[in-house]
């Protein structure tokens, strides 16, 4: 049986198709990913799966329950860590786990040795006494996983649980879910880091509601049409002004202080990427091939779909 599984499932708000026709499983045991820009759809669709919100059409199943309407029976399986996870900042550490024990209706007393272990798990347990209010952010987040993991879920749903957290604290909690994996747990994380995305078994990606790739991070690279050429110019900013003139249909982005190019012919590329500097007055660039990252393969990948819809239009 698959942990998650979704049919055709979407969600309109009013013109807006949040989700559109979402079809995909994610196996128990299993650390999937939805990556995608700001809108794709990632929080709504996690929404749907924890039985928060209804579908306006199509199915989404966790642990072969139908939710929202057969929700109550796996409600003790999921697990679910939303962007504004609701931490209470003047009750403790402690005080807020025994909170979402109590929500959880789990008894205080059997619930005792769980609290100890997440504590311990999250590393929280010589803070357990302070004030929400008064943890650093990476804290705060191992806080509401540990909040979330209370009950001992067999599916997690996690949306940006690393949102705005430094990378040392990201690396803490990505520890934590290690473990959780090794225990069995099925993770279903929504991520902006693409590094993060990497770490996972598959990724799914998502543009505008749907769901342009998923599978494993090494087989959506190979989904780079053509290759990726690497240019390094004394003036980025200006290199991808003359360069996304000259490729109107290829695709130009900023990689840190580096342009990357997607090119179906990545050698006759290289020969225009150079004449449209040079006639833009700049000296030649460094040009090499290198291994398309998943930022590539996103940005390539939505540029194709934006193409695609431009000549539909
Ligand atoms: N309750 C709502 N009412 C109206 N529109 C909504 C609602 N929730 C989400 N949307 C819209 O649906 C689309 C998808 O939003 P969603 O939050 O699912 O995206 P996301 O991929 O999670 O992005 P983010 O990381 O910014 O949350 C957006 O256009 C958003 O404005």
Same mark, same amino acid.
């Given at each position: 049986?698959?942990?998650?599984?979704?049919?055709?499932?979407?969600?309109?708000?009013?013109?807006?198709?949040?989700?559109?026709?979402?079809?995909?499983?994610?196996?128990?045991?299993?650390?999937?990913?939805?990556?995608?820009?700001?809108?794709?759809?990632k929080?709504?669709?996690?929404?749907?799966?924890?039985?928060?919100?209804?579908?306006?059409?199509?199915?989404a199943?966790?642990?072969?329950?139908?939710?929202p309407?057969?929700?109550?029976?796996?409600?003790?399986?999921? #697990?679910? $860590?939303? @962007?504004?996870? *609701? !931490?209470?900042?003047? =009750?403790?550490?402690?005080?807020?786990?025994? /909170?979402?024990? +109590?929500?959880?209706?789990?008894?205080?007393?059997?619930?005792?040795?769980?609290?100890?272990?997440?504590?311990?798990?999250?590393?929280?347990?010589?803070?357990?006494?302070?004030?929400?209010?008064?943890?650093? #952010?990476? $804290?705060? @987040?191992?806080? *509401? !996983?540990?909040?979330? =993991?209370?009950?001992?879920?067999?599916?997690? /749903?996690?949306? +940006?649980?690393?949102?705005?957290v430094?990378?040392?604290?990201?690396?803490?909690?990505?520890?934590?879910?290690?473990?959780?994996?090794?225990?069995g747990?099925?993770?279903?994380?929504?991520?902006?880091?693409?590094?993060?995305?990497?770490?996972?078994?598959?990724?799914?990606?998502?543009?505008?509601?749907?769901?342009?790739?998923?599978?494993?991070?090494?087989?959506?690279?190979?989904?780079?049409?053509?290759?990726?050429?690497?240019?390094?110019?004394?003036?980025?900013?200006?290199?991808?002004?003359?360069?996304?003139?000259?490729?109107?249909t290829?695709?130009?982005?900023?990689?840190g202080?580096?342009?990357?190019?997607?090119?179906?012919?990545?050698?006759?590329?290289?020969?225009?990427?150079?004449?449209?500097?040079?006639q833009?007055?700049?000296?030649?660039?460094?040009?090499?091939?290198?291994?398309?990252?998943?930022?590539?393969?996103?940005?390539?990948?939505?540029?194709?779909?934006?193409?695609?819809?431009?000549?539909?239009?």
């Open positions: 049986m698959d942990a998650i599984r979704t049919e055709k499932l979407s969600k309109c708000f009013g013109e807006v198709r949040a989700v559109d026709e979402l079809t995909l499983s994610v196996a128990e045991g299993e650390l999937f990913a939805l990556i995608g820009s700001d809108g794709a759809g929080s709504t669709t996690l929404r749907m799966l924890t039985g928060i919100m209804d579908p306006t059409s199509g199915a199943y966790v642990l072969g329950s139908r939710m309407e057969q929700g109550p029976k796996v409600a003790e399986s999921i #697990g679910y $860590m939303s @962007q504004r996870f *609701g !931490l209470y900042p003047d =009750l403790t550490v402690l005080e807020n786990i025994r /909170f979402y024990a +109590e929500i959880h209706m789990l008894p205080r007393k059997a619930v005792a040795p769980r609290i100890e272990e997440l504590l311990a798990f999250a590393k929280l347990a010589p803070f357990k006494d302070r004030p929400a209010g008064k943890l650093s #952010g990476g $804290m705060k @987040q191992k806080l *509401g !996983l540990a909040c979330a =993991l209370i009950h001992t879920p067999r599916v997690l /749903f996690l949306d +940006e649980p690393t949102n705005g430094d990378p040392v604290s990201r690396r803490d909690f990505w520890r934590i879910l290690y473990q959780l994996l090794a225990q747990v099925t993770i279903c994380v929504t991520t902006a880091y693409l590094d993060e995305a990497e770490r996972c078994h598959r990724v799914g990606l998502m543009h505008k509601g749907k769901l342009l790739a998923c599978d494993a991070p090494q087989a959506l690279k190979g989904l780079v049409k053509g290759g990726v050429l690497e240019l390094e110019t004394a003036d980025p900013r200006h290199a991808v002004r003359l360069l996304s003139a000259a490729f109107p290829g695709s130009v982005a900023l990689f202080e580096r342009v990357h190019l997607y090119a179906a012919d990545p050698e006759q590329a290289a020969g225009v990427a150079v004449h449209a500097l040079e833009g007055g700049m000296s030649p660039p460094t040009i090499r091939p290198v291994e398309p990252s998943l930022e590539d393969v996103v940005v390539s990948m939505i540029r194709e779909q934006e193409q695609g819809e431009g000549s539909r239009l």
